[in-house]
């Protein structure tokens, strides 16, 4: 690159070229030694989430750079707490004032770690307290353009006393900015939590992205209070106790209902207020409900099913036994519901519980688009099962769990759920036990070419993978990544002599979609 005409870029397309090396901090910091503009871009990139871009164990050195820009009386009182603290050592940067989203609990761990590697454990809780208030001001003192803001302190983590951030000086200033924020708050009642809150909600009003999960230690009037505040909410979580008016919480998230796109309840049973809610929001793509147990649903058939935009739901009910399990005939009336006011819209949809074959019928008969299916079905229902997939003629990715997860499952009925994959499936997850000789039928008689798969049966022997290895060699190498639990897993070799990518397996309740990033 010549050096005089890349100086004339501007700072836009600088930060552009350097966000392609986000993943590659060698480069970036070859890059930082081109020039003193340069290098101030690159260390306000690198330090805008720096706890993003340091290896598992880097958070030490992030801690040991922050106490290196705090004030000499503050570095003496450090020492005096017994600490050893590099006196001599001045920053060339104020790393602090770069930061873009401030996240409670990784400092604390980070402070904590930074602690332990230097022999400090004696005091612990006292050193983590005092670092913790001095570092913590000298960030809301230095940042003046917070975009997220992470408040995380549970009562079984929690290793020091309970610090009020908004008392810090230049708070008020540093999150006028906000777009992001979570609350995540299980532990002892305070005022700090409140004045948190209250003080966000009288600084900012353009909170795009918000987590609330807080139980029952924050009053309902706070958080109804701060929900309202707010004007333009796109991402939302909620989890929160308001059994005594659980409407009026409803009311509050109606307020953003020409704004929402993605929203997640936990623990929110009112049916009947959500499909209120639901038709209210005319933009919502992504709906989640956890922990889904509607005890009373209104007579569905006596009312026209109003269609919403949904393309993405995700549903998690209570079960009997509080595991993956049958679900109750009202749980299942409500999530056919909902999948028949999604209708054509629906892509994705993942379903945490035994799905019937009632609603089996509803997904092939309401929501033919959906390109990502999530089920767990029992052995006796392979036939609806079969039935639906061959319905489904845009299906892409499929993930599949089988109950009882013990024994294999027949050959005939392998072949048969075999060609019934549409021709277009590429993505393919299965929980459950695979025989050498039934995984050989399922990948050769697959109608669909798969290029992911992924196996959650905890032993895998050299012989599956000489199958699988076989399969993308006869198929043109299609299959390009294979995942599976670390330790069932025989020979990998033999896996990575034919597959670009072998790894560990993701989780099968992982939603389809992109969770919302807190930035």
């Given at each position: 690159?010549?050096?005089?005409?890349?100086?004339?870029?501007?700072?836009?397309?600088?930060?552009?070229?350097?966000?392609?090396?986000?993943?590659?901090?060698?480069?970036?910091?070859?890059?930082?030694?081109?020039?003193?503009?340069?290098?101030?871009?690159?260390?306000?990139?690198?330090?805008?989430?720096?706890?993003?871009?340091?290896?598992?164990?880097?958070?030490?050195?992030?801690?040991?750079?922050?106490?290196?820009?705090?004030?000499?009386?503050?570095?003496?009182?450090?020492?005096?707490?017994?600490?050893?603290?590099?006196?001599?050592?001045?920053?060339?940067?104020?790393?602090?004032k770069y930061l873009r989203n401030f996240e409670s609990h990784l400092i604390r761990l980070a402070i904590e770690k930074w602690l332990q590697s230097l022999g400090n454990t004696r005091r612990l809780k006292e050193k983590t307290r005092i670092?913790?208030?001095?570092?913590?001001?000298?960030?809301?003192?230095?940042?003046?353009?917070?975009?997220?803001?992470?408040?995380?302190?549970?009562?079984?983590?929690?290793?020091?006393?309970?610090?009020?951030?908004?008392?810090?000086?230049?708070?008020?200033?540093?999150?006028?900015?906000?777009?992001?924020?979570?609350?995540?708050?299980?532990?002892?009642?305070?005022?700090?939590?409140?004045?948190l809150l209250d003080i966000i909600s009288q600084n900012t009003q353009n909170i795009h992205s918000l987590l609330i999960s807080t139980n029952w230690y924050v009053r309902p009037e706070i958080i109804l209070r701060f929900l309202k505040s707010?004007?333009?909410?796109?991402?939302?979580?909620?989890?929160?106790?308001?059994?005594?008016?659980?409407?009026?919480?409803?009311?509050?998230?109606?307020?953003?209902?020409?704004?929402?796109?993605?929203?997640?309840?936990?623990?929110?049973?009112?049916?009947?207020?959500?499909?209120?809610?639901?038709?209210?929001?005319?933009?919502?793509?992504?709906?989640?409900?956890?922990?889904?147990?509607?005890?009373?649903?209104?007579?569905?058939?006596?009312?026209?099913?109003?269609?919403?935009?949904?393309?993405?739901?995700?549903?998690?009910?209570?079960?009997?036994?509080?595991?993956?399990?049958?679900?109750?005939?009202?749980?299942?009336?409500?999530?056919?519901?909902?999948?028949?006011?999604?209708?054509?819209?629906?892509?994705?949809?993942?379903?945490?519980?035994?799905?019937?074959?009632?609603?089996?019928?509803?997904?092939?008969?309401?929501?033919?688009?959906?390109?990502?299916?999530?089920?767990?079905?029992?052995?006796?229902?392979?036939?609806?099962?079969?039935?639906?997939?061959?319905?489904?003629?845009?299906?892409?990715?499929?993930?599949?769990?089988?109950?009882?997860?013990?024994?294999?499952?027949?050959?005939?009925?392998?072949?048969?759920?075999?060609?019934?994959?549409?021709?277009?499936?590429?993505?393919?997850?299965?929980?459950?036990?695979?025989?050498?000789?039934?995984?050989?039928?399922?990948?050769?008689?697959?109608?669909?070419?798969?290029?992911?798969?992924?196996?959650?049966?905890?032993?895998?022997?050299?012989?599956?993978?000489?199958?699988?290895?076989?399969?993308?060699?006869?198929?043109?190498?299609?299959?390009?990544?294979?995942?599976?639990?670390?330790?069932?897993?025989?020979?990998?070799?033999?896996?990575?002599?034919?597959?670009?990518?072998?790894?560990?397996?993701?989780?099968?309740?992982?939603?389809?979609?992109?969770?919302?990033?807190?930035?």
């Amino acid at each position: 690159m010549n050096i005089d005409k890349s100086t004339q870029l501007s700072s836009d397309c600088l930060e552009q070229i350097f966000a392609h090396f986000k993943h590659d901090k060698a480069s970036l910091y070859t890059l930082a030694r081109v020039c003193r503009h340069w290098c101030r871009l690159i260390v306000t990139s690198l330090w805008a989430h720096p706890f993003k871009t340091v290896a598992k164990d880097g958070s030490v050195s992030i801690i040991r750079a922050y106490v290196a820009c705090l004030p000499t009386n503050e570095r003496q009182r450090l020492a005096d707490e017994g600490i050893n603290v590099e006196k001599s050592t001045t920053s060339l940067f104020n790393y602090p004032k770069y930061l873009r989203n401030f996240e409670s609990h990784l400092i604390r761990l980070a402070i904590e770690k930074w602690l332990q590697s230097l022999g400090n454990t004696r005091r612990l809780k006292e050193k983590t307290r005092i670092t913790y208030q001095y570092i913590t001001n000298l960030i809301f003192s230095s940042c003046s353009y917070l975009r997220g803001l992470t408040y995380d302190w549970k009562e079984e983590f929690n290793t020091i006393q309970l610090l009020d951030i908004t008392k810090f000086a230049g708070f008020h200033q540093a999150i006028r900015n906000l777009r992001t924020f979570k609350l995540d708050y299980h532990c002892f009642p305070t005022k700090a939590t409140h004045n948190l809150l209250d003080i966000i909600s009288q600084n900012t009003q353009n909170i795009h992205s918000l987590l609330i999960s807080t139980n029952w230690y924050v009053r309902p009037e706070i958080i109804l209070r701060f929900l309202k505040s707010q004007h333009n909410i796109k991402v939302l979580t909620v989890d929160v106790n308001l059994e005594h008016n659980p409407e009026l919480l409803y009311m509050a998230i109606r307020h953003h209902a020409h704004s929402l796109t993605h929203l997640k309840l936990e623990g929110m049973n009112e049916f009947e207020q959500l499909l209120k809610l639901l038709v209210a929001c005319k933009h919502l793509e992504t709906l989640e409900i956890l922990e889904f147990d509607p005890e009373l649903i209104p007579d569905l058939e006596k009312h026209p099913i109003p269609q919403i935009n949904i393309k993405n739901l995700y549903c998690s009910p209570i079960t009997s036994d509080g595991k993956v399990g049958i679900t109750s005939q009202v749980q299942i009336k409500s999530i056919a519901y909902l999948l028949e006011m999604s209708n054509l819209n629906l892509r994705t949809f993942t379903y945490l519980a035994c799905g019937p074959p009632e609603l089996m019928k509803v997904i092939k008969n309401r929501c033919p688009h959906i390109t990502h299916l999530s089920l767990t079905i029992q052995n006796e229902d392979f036939n609806e099962l079969c039935i639906l997939l061959s319905n489904l003629g845009k299906l892409e990715n499929f993930v599949l769990s089988v109950l009882p997860d013990f024994g294999s499952i027949p050959t005939y009925i392998i072949q048969k759920l075999a060609i019934s994959i549409p021709p277009t499936l590429h993505t393919l997850g299965l929980n459950l036990l695979f025989t050498v000789e039934s995984l050989k039928i399922l990948l050769n008689e697959c109608n669909g070419t798969i290029r992911a798969l992924t196996m959650y049966q905890h032993s895998i022997e050299n012989t599956h993978l000489e199958v699988i290895s076989k399969y993308s060699e006869d198929n043109n190498g299609c299959l390009k990544e294979f995942r599976c639990l670390s330790h069932s897993i025989g020979n990998q070799e033999i896996a990575k002599s034919t597959i670009p990518i072998v790894g560990d397996v993701k989780p099968p309740y992982d939603p389809f979609y992109d969770r919302p990033i807190f930035l």
